[in-house]
């Protein structure tokens, strides 16, 4: 699974291994970057918006950048675009974190083991966002495949589990 996570673009010109090399240090250094912005952001307490819109626009240019080079699969988008789908969250902006989190589950579901919690707890965001947009019919099947990976991983009879049925049935 290496090489999907590692994915670079098909492209008629391919880039060179150099610049395949320049794109990861970009990255490790701009996902640094996101962090230490991230705790600046905490330790000063400044006003959500303006900071947050920061933040996302990190993420967003980091992503158009990196997005010349590799595909969507690759590690260092997915944790770029599962950055900008918590600033999204965190500024209740529902609709552009639904957009990360389609873009993020499949690659999940093939990097991670078939029970991985990982991929459950975002199936888990992405059916509550999708309830909290009232498409409930997507709502309903990201959940249960959320329980379906929970109910493995954590048992039957986890409060979890129950509390996610409990939410199915409230709908």
């Not at 529902?94 to 991670?112: C, T």
């Not at 039957?156 to 996610?164: F, L, T, V």
């Amino acid at each position: 699974q290496d090489k999907e996570k590692v994915e670079i673009r098909k492209l008629n010109d391919p880039p060179s291994a150099e610049a395949v090399r320049d794109m990861i240090k970009y990255a490790r250094n701009m996902i640094e970057e996101f962090r230490r912005a991230k705790r600046y952001k905490y330790i000063l307490c400044l006003t959500l918006t303006p900071l947050a819109c920061e933040l996302l626009e990190i993420c967003e240019l980091t992503l158009d950048k990196m997005g010349a080079v590799f595909e969507d699969s690759n590690v260092y988008m997915l944790h770029m675009m599962y950055q900008a789908m918590g600033v999204c969250l965190y500024m209740q902006d529902w609709e552009g974190a639904l957009r990360y989190g389609q873009k993020i589950i499949r690659p999940y579901s093939k990097h991670y083991p078939a029970y991985s919690l990982n991929v459950a707890s975002m199936w888990l965001k992405l059916g509550r966002l999708y309830m909290a947009l009232e498409n409930r019919t997507a709502g309903v099947k990201a959940l249960k495949s959320a329980i379906a990976i929970m109910e493995v991983a954590h048992g039957k009879d986890h409060p979890y589990i129950s509390e996610i049925k409990k939410e199915l049935e409230d709908h």
